[in-house]
């Protein structure tokens, strides 16, 4: 869950063919789109593994099993805790596993990421298997994980996608004898590709590519009916299911009457309080049911709930106050141009499965020379989506995809490569590889279904449903771009319903201005600092980078405080706590 997804590269927009009465409006729109920074889209990537993972075998307490150990928060560090904590019976898990795998545990490894709890256990006759336990950050109870276990069921044994058979499971804490939704599997073979991708040379990584790409086919040959989240039928009530599986003219995999297509199990359709309110989660017959439901959720939450600048990391800070009704009128907006935001080419509004999260580490290749993709890891929050919405570049690919030319057109050396010193010129070797490997992936993958504006399409999409975290100009911006490109999106003689004023486009030019000073300043401060998202840093460095935290702050000089606090949001100051004792417990 998880991430990740590409950068969004920037876009101009265009004037030509517009009536004139709009010219002036949508040519300063040129001037104010943007990229945003990266990560205002996207979940952050998980913490890294712990240096030296925690071993147990017989240990008189298990309070490091529950709570979270591979990292510490430099701000808002209950939360995250009490989020990442769960106690669970040790005792009951080692009984399952030995029932299952005929063999008693012999000593078990944690490993976290930044919603689940692994664990690696060697069996006394020296095989190996993987134990997961779900934390409350990861997403709803018993859908979560019932999904997640159907998906890799199905795309296992239907699909032939390589993923770890799931040996035992319970989506039930209150019923099974752990105490806490598990998953029991066989632990993935090869090695991961995080520890050898930047020593492999590139016919190696070549093969992960096509290997991968290979793979991914499998999802594109399988195509539902509605879309949603994947379950057995056993799971979820007969009213919560799609009629039937697959649709018309899509190629039958089999299993019809053990799967179904339900409710949406991803977190953020539960985060918060809105895992206790009547939405409507799915699944749905159309991409626009899905785009619109996306706005209604955020409507719904926010009209009940949002409070101003309340947020898990004060780096996602936005630069100003929140005002509800704002967010209510954009995000209707939103809902008002969702037939315009929806491709044309059948091929891309496909319902099909796709990994929400190909970061290296959920990357198994071959201990071989070949370095081919032999499994596929952590399967949470996958769904059924439209194609185009889904289809995305691999984060290990997709990080240097942002000055790549598009369609057919191949990455070349920079202008003077010649001209440039010899370690220089090894540096731009190497990023034009990248480039190159990524421009394998899209033309194999991506290119065959591409579409027309495409970010014009998506950037709203992905801005509304995330307004209170990211604050509300992200949305603002992807709206102006609709309106710039509206004749080029819509269908002939539908009018655009947005309307910008000359006065509103200059104002959101300088909220733009603002709001990339501001998240630059917050960037510069995170990189010289150290710290990653969240505040997250390793235990061993937690002391030091708080002790050098404390004592910046101190003795940064009244008359810059002064001007920050004149220029920049209340509180500016982002390494604090920014959610409260009683929030924490609302949350969890």
């Not at 016919?203 to 949603?228: D, H």
């Not at 989240?229 to 599986?245: C, G, H, M, N, V």
């Not at 201990?367 to 890891?377: A, G, L, M, Q, Y």
Request: aromatic share 10%; glycine share 4%.
């Amino acid at each position: 869950m998880k991430v990740a997804h590409p950068q969004l590269p920037a876009r101009f927009f265009k004037a030509a063919a517009i009536p004139r009465k709009f010219n002036i409006c949508r040519n300063l729109a040129t001037a104010i789109s943007i990229s945003p920074p990266s990560y205002l889209s996207l979940p952050p990537p998980n913490p890294p593994a712990p240096e030296a993972p925690v071993t147990f075998v017989n240990a008189s307490t298990h309070e490091d099993f529950f709570r979270y150990t591979s990292g510490r928060w430099l701000y808002n560090e209950p939360q995250q805790m009490a989020q990442r904590y769960t106690k669970f019976d040790v005792a009951a898990l080692y009984r399952i596993v030995h029932t299952v795998c005929g063999s008693p545990v012999a000593s078990v490894e944690k490993k976290e990421g930044l919603f689940n709890k692994s664990f690696m256990i060697t069996l006394a006759n020296g095989k190996k298997v993987a134990a997961r336990i779900k934390n409350p950050i990861a997403g709803p109870a018993h859908l979560m994980t019932s999904s997640e276990v159907a998906t890799m069921d199905f795309v296992r044994n239907n699909l032939g996608v390589p993923v770890p058979k799931v040996l035992a499971w319970s989506s039930k804490a209150s019923t099974n004898e752990i105490g806490a939704e598990f998953i029991l599997m066989e632990t993935a073979p090869g090695v991961q590709l995080s520890s050898v991708w930047r020593t492999m040379d590139s016919r190696q990584k070549k093969n992960v590519v096509n290997s991968l790409v290979a793979i991914e086919q499998n999802f594109l040959n399988a195509k539902f009916v509605q879309f949603g989240s994947l379950y057995y039928k056993r799971d979820i009530p007969q009213s919560s299911r799609a009629p039937q599986l697959y649709a018309h003219g899509s190629r039958r995999f089999g299993s019809e009457d053990k799967f179904c297509i339900g409710p949406m199990a991803h977190r953020n359709w539960h985060e918060d309080e809105r895992g206790s309110m009547d939405l409507d989660r799915g699944p749905w017959s159309s991409p626009e049911q899905y785009l619109r439901s996306l706005a209604l959720r955020e409507e719904a939450w926010i009209s009940r709930f949002a409070k101003p600048n309340i947020h898990d990391d004060p780096f996602r800070n936005v630069t100003g106050l929140q005002v509800q009704e704002e967010h209510l009128r954009f995000l209707e907006q939103y809902r008002s141009i969702v037939p315009a935001l929806v491709p044309r080419s059948n091929k891309v509004l496909a319902s099909n499965l796709w990994h929400p999260d190909l970061n290296p580490g959920n990357v198994f290749v071959s201990n071989d020379d070949e370095r081919r993709v032999v499994s596929i890891i952590d399967w949470q929050g996958c769904w059924a989506g439209p194609a185009y919405l889904q289809m995305t570049a691999p984060s290990f690919l997709s990080c240097c995809a942002d000055d790549i030319p598009e369609g057919l057109e191949f990455p070349e050396l920079p202008e003077g490569y010649q001209e440039m010193s010899a370690d220089t010129q090894a540096m731009m070797r190497e990023k034009h590889k990248s480039k190159m490997l990524y421009k394998l992936y899209e033309i194999k993958q991506l290119y065959p279904c591409r579409i027309d504006h495409r970010e014009t399409r998506t950037m709203p999409v992905r801005a509304a449903g995330r307004t209170w975290k990211d604050g509300i100009l992200p949305l603002r911006l992807a709206l102006l771009d609709v309106f710039a490109q509206w004749h080029e999106l819509s269908t002939p003689n539908v009018p655009c319903p947005l309307r910008f004023t000359r006065d509103e486009v200059r104002e959101l030019k300088r909220q733009r201005d603002r709001y990339l000073d501001w998240h630059g300043f917050l960037d510069d401060l995170r990189s010289t600092f150290g710290i990653r998202l969240y505040g997250w840093v390793s235990p061993a460095e937690y002391p030091s980078k708080r002790a050098l935290l404390d004592g910046t702050r101190n003795r940064l000089p009244n008359a810059l405080t002064n001007e920050l606090e004149a220029v920049l949001p209340q509180d500016w100051w982002p390494f604090r706590d920014t959610v409260s004792a009683t929030q924490t417990k609302t949350q969890v």
